[in-house]
């Protein structure tokens, strides 16, 4: 899911993953839980009695039958889990296969913080090969996080305005651009407490496992299988340090790193080195493909004509309203998904051949859809949410502007954008917690990990720290390819084993390294 930077770079979301609260030190000592966990456990007795009263749904949701949609009631603070509750979506389709292949329901998380997982039963009714054993077995299962979409949705700015062009630089010139960013920041952070001021301290990592094993329970399951992918496996390493005897299947792919060290500013820095690397992939690519795009034979080329085109952008925004924050936002898809490279490459090559139609069409933000429109800014505000509530950011600007201006200096592509997308955790208004401590718990399975080794949004290294942190899991690496979200690729080698373990639970004997699935081809 992509969203708009909130401090005027209008950014994809850097979607690498939501943050996490430790469980609150008013610990109950006779159970040795916490108050949220006690209330967890309430909620979730309650769930399971209430169950979930599915329906056709809403027309205007746009899902297809027989999917069918639901509501789930979660307490908005688990320490008063008899205080205020606050409805989350849901929707499913049953399992493909008969009565007694079915293994119960499967439950996904597409990232973020701030994407809708709800889409995920669409993989059954669309006929997606690489599912189709698995949803023989499973009921596949999607909601709306909290704050997400049509489960209490938050928003922090009128989201016409939000999505307004152009935008400033996000590569500043001068002191004056630093300053303009940092006010446009600090707003953002006012207008989250304006508008979702009650929300944002319970907008957290740890309630929102809490929240998926409520919805574990209303769905009648005695234990979670769960598929996450980018901040989803935050989520889901979350829950499993949390609920480590609920979890009976859990795959994680492209993984954050859940280090509290990393949790969530230098989760950050880390992804700007990493885009970094994948934009030169992607620029490889383009100058191996030059008979197709026409955009230089070399990689320096390539990179030539980007700044070219950036520069006059800036200059003079394209179509009035292209300048170079739109530009990244349209670019940035390249290094985060395979599937992009030849669409960003085309409307490149075509901008180049002299089609600046092409480029404005994809790049600018387009007023007329306002659902699209609420739904990108709702998108920036939980991922603005969890990310600044689930851990302490630095407040000191001289360490933001330090760490920017050392990494700008040799990773351009991001680091600027991705900078002022963050820095109104460094003015939050609620209280920052302290990340969950991500680990093994009794009861845990084994867990499975999928990783590509040149991931831009969720580094390597992320994938290797839950292997370690989770006893027992398996990592199945795919090495030299970078697409985020690896699952969802063919590459056989990957999906048979995904499907051997959501099927049969087993998984290989040790880890597994795969060759990286199919480049695209122009």
């Not at 280090?259 to 934009?279: H, K, P, T």
């Given at each position: 899911?992509?969203?708009?930077?909130?401090?005027?770079?209008?950014?994809?979301?850097?979607?690498?993953?939501?943050?996490?609260?430790?469980?609150?030190?008013?610990?109950?000592?006779?159970?040795?839980?916490?108050?949220?966990?006690?209330?967890?456990?309430?909620?979730?007795?309650?769930?399971?009695?209430?169950?979930?009263?599915?329906?056709?749904?809403?027309?205007?949701?746009?899902?297809?039958?027989?999917i069918q949609c639901g509501w789930v009631s979660v307490p908005l603070d688990y320490a008063h889990p008899n205080g205020?509750?606050?409805?989350?979506?849901?929707?499913?389709?049953?399992?493909?296969?008969?009565?007694?292949?079915?293994?119960?329901?499967?439950?996904?998380?597409?990232?973020?913080?701030?994407?809708?997982?709800?889409?995920?039963?669409?993989?059954?009714?669309?006929?997606?090969?690489?599912?189709?054993?698995?949803?023989?077995?499973?009921?596949?299962?999607?909601?709306?996080?909290?704050?997400?979409?049509?489960?209490?949705?938050?928003?922090?700015?009128?989201?016409?305005?939000?999505?307004?062009?152009?935008?400033?630089?996000?590569?500043p010139d001068t002191e004056a651009d630093k300053s303009a960013q940092r006010k446009l920041a600090a707003e953002y952070a006012d207008g989250c407490a304006e508008r979702s001021g009650a929300m944002l301290p319970q907008m957290t990592t740890p309630n929102t496992a809490r929240d998926l094993d409520v919805i574990r329970a209303a769905l009648g399951e005695k234990k979670l299988n769960?598929?996450?992918?980018?901040?989803?496996?935050?989520?889901?390493?979350?829950?499993?340090?949390?609920?480590?005897?609920?979890?009976?299947?859990?795959?994680?792919?492209?993984?954050?790193?859940?280090?509290?060290?990393?949790?969530?500013?230098?989760?950050?820095?880390?992804?700007?080195?990493?885009?970094?690397?994948?934009?030169?992939?992607?620029?490889?690519?383009?100058?191996?493909?030059?008979?197709a795009f026409h955009l230089g034979d070399t990689r320096a080329k390539v990179q030539d004509q980007w700044l070219k085109l950036r520069a006059t952008a800036k200059q003079s925004p394209l179509g009035g309203v292209v300048g170079p924050a739109e530009l990244i936002s349209f670019f940035q898809s390249a290094p985060y998904y395979d599937s992009s490279w030849v669409p960003v490459a085309t409307v490149f090559s075509?901008?180049?051949?002299?089609?600046?139609?092409?480029?404005?069409?994809?790049?600018?933000?387009?007023?007329?859809?306002?659902?699209?429109?609420?739904?990108?800014?709702?998108?920036?505000?939980?991922?603005?949410?969890?990310?600044?509530?689930?851990?302490?950011?630095?407040?000191s600007w001289k360490k933001w502007d330090r760490d920017n201006t050392r990494l700008h200096k040799d990773y351009p592509f991001m680091t600027w954008a991705n900078a002022w997308m963050n820095l109104p955790c460094a003015t939050w208004p609620v209280k920052q917690q302290t990340p969950v401590d991500v680990k093994t718990g009794k009861g845990l399975p084994a867990v499975l990990i999928v990783q590509s080794t040149r991931d831009a949004a969720t580094p390597y290294p992320g994938a290797v720290e839950l292997h370690k942190r989770f006893k027992g899991s398996r990592l199945i690496t795919e090495k030299d390819a970078g697409?985020?979200?690896?699952?969802?690729?063919?590459?056989?080698?990957?999906?048979?084993?995904?499907?051997a373990y959501l099927l049969t639970g087993t998984t290989d004997s040790s880890d597994v390294t795969c060759t990286p699935h199919a480049t695209p081809t122009p």
């Open positions: 899911m992509t969203a708009l930077g909130s401090a005027g770079a209008l950014v994809t979301a850097t979607l690498i993953a939501g943050a996490v609260a430790a469980p609150s030190a008013t610990a109950d000592s006779r159970h040795g839980q916490s108050r949220e966990q006690r209330g967890a456990a309430i909620a979730a007795e309650r769930a399971a009695k209430a169950g979930i009263d599915w329906q056709d749904c809403p027309a205007d949701w746009g899902f297809e039958k027989p205020k509750q606050i409805k989350l979506a849901v929707d499913r389709i049953g399992n493909t296969g008969t009565k007694e292949e079915r293994q119960g329901a499967l439950v996904y998380n597409p990232g973020g913080p701030g994407g809708s997982g709800m889409r995920f039963p669409r993989r059954v009714t669309t006929k997606n090969p690489i599912w189709a054993n698995t949803a023989k077995a499973y009921d596949f299962v999607g909601f709306d996080p909290r704050g997400v979409g049509h489960s209490a949705p938050i928003s922090c700015i009128d989201p016409q305005e939000f999505v307004k062009a152009p935008k400033a630089d996000p590569v769960y598929l996450g992918v980018s901040y989803g496996t935050y989520l889901g390493a979350v829950y499993g340090t949390l609920f480590p005897g609920h979890v009976r299947r859990m795959v994680v792919d492209s993984v954050v790193n859940p280090s509290r060290e990393n949790i969530w500013y230098q989760a950050n820095l880390e992804q700007d080195i990493a885009f970094e690397g994948r934009w030169k992939d992607w620029e490889d690519w383009v100058a191996k493909n030059d008979a075509k901008y180049v051949a002299g089609d600046t139609q092409a480029l404005v069409d994809a790049a600018a933000p387009d007023l007329s859809d306002t659902a699209g429109n609420i739904a990108s800014e709702n998108g920036n505000a939980v991922y603005t949410a969890v990310e600044c509530t689930d851990a302490k950011w630095p407040t697409s985020h979200g690896v699952t969802g690729l063919v590459n056989p080698c990957i999906n048979s084993r995904v499907d």
